[in-house]
């Protein structure tokens, strides 16, 4: 037999049960690490455990290949072992994954808890930037533009704007030299073609109306406007920094990770409205 034929025999007998043994001292080598800079990676105990179980697996594998004769007791109770071994390996396995799926999913019910706080102050900093042509630099201000400002809403609207150009007349009686092209809303009402009637409503009101928000996460609390909700019923604050850009400010509202039970080492994103470069409102996730 020449050097091929004993090395295929060896690759044919030994490597399965020898890769058993080094993936079980692989993970278990990951599994009980918990210095340097992986630490905040180190997995669980039924990882390790689990590491184990297959490293023993991969021996007793190995040990029914050798080529020795093995007593009926040794190779019964060695079957038995491997079996509940194997049993076990897969259910630690299948705890495993379905105990991420359980943490994946917390975290994604947290991230939409916050981003369902940040929303909240979105629409309020773009009334409070419609009205007063400026952003908010605080909850406070926020708060207070809520609970005692007003917005203008539309509450009537008799006839639609003509599609048709300004006559000559209509020219004259808005003071113009020359009838325009396209009449605008507020000259077709100041010409009595159409009707627009306003009323004033409280922004809170407005803003957070139940026809508006049928699909909340939580009722909403002005009072609560900086306080990011939990899934274990606490809450922690939104951030808010102001830089001065000309005479305004650049605000930006952030929610501040981890989400939920989210591995600080897993963290990418931090969901946020506003920015400190330029005027806006919007926010950094679809």
């Known amino acids: 037999m020449d050097y091929f034929e004993k090395f295929w025999l060896f690759v044919r007998k030994y490597l ?3 890769l058993l043994i080094i993936a079980g001292i692989t ?3 990951v599994g009980m690490s918990k210095g340097g800079s992986q630490a905040n990676l180190a997995q669980s105990s039924n990882f390790t455990f689990a590491a184990i179980i297959l490293l023993f697996l991969g021996a007793i594998s190995l040990y029914f290949i050798m ?3 093995i007593g009926k007791a040794i190779t019964l109770i060695s079957s038995l ?3 509940l071994g194997a049993v076990i390996f897969i259910y630690l396995n299948i705890s495993t994954v379905q105990n991420t799926v359980i ?5 994604e019910e947290s991230e939409n808890l ?3 706080g940040l929303s909240d102050i979105q629409k309020l900093q773009d009334a409070y930037e419609r009205k007063n042509r400026k952003l908010a630099t605080s909850f406070e201000e926020l708060t207070t533009f809520a609970k005692s400002d007003s917005i203008k809403v539309l509450d009537k609207a008799i006839g639609d704007i003509p599609s048709r150009r300004m006559t000559v007349a209509e020219g004259r009686q808005l003071g113009y030299k020359y009838p325009k092209a396209v009449i605008s809303e507020e000259e077709a009402i100041k010409l009595g073609l159409i009707t627009r009637i306003y009323k004033m409503v409280p922004v809170a009101d407005y803003t957070f109306s139940k026809e508006k928000d049928d699909k909340r996460l939580y009722d909403f609390e002005l009072d609560k406007l900086n306080q990011m ?3 274990d019923n606490t809450t922690k604050d939104f951030t808010v920094k102001a830089v001065a850009a000309d005479s305004a400010f650049n605000v930006l509202f952030q929610a501040i990770p981890p989400y939920g039970p989210q591995d600080p080492a897993n963290i990418k994103d931090t969901f946020q409205i506003g920015s400190l470069i330029e005027v806006n409102t919007k926010s950094n996730w679809k």
């Open 16 to 18: 399965f049960s020898i």
């Open 27 to 29: 993970f278990l080598i």
């Open 67 to 69: 080529e020795k004769k």
């Open 81 to 83: 072992i491997f079996l």
């Open 103 to 107: 943490q994946l999913r917390k975290i």
């Open 114 to 116: 916050a981003k369902q």
């Open 229 to 231: 909700r939990q899934l």
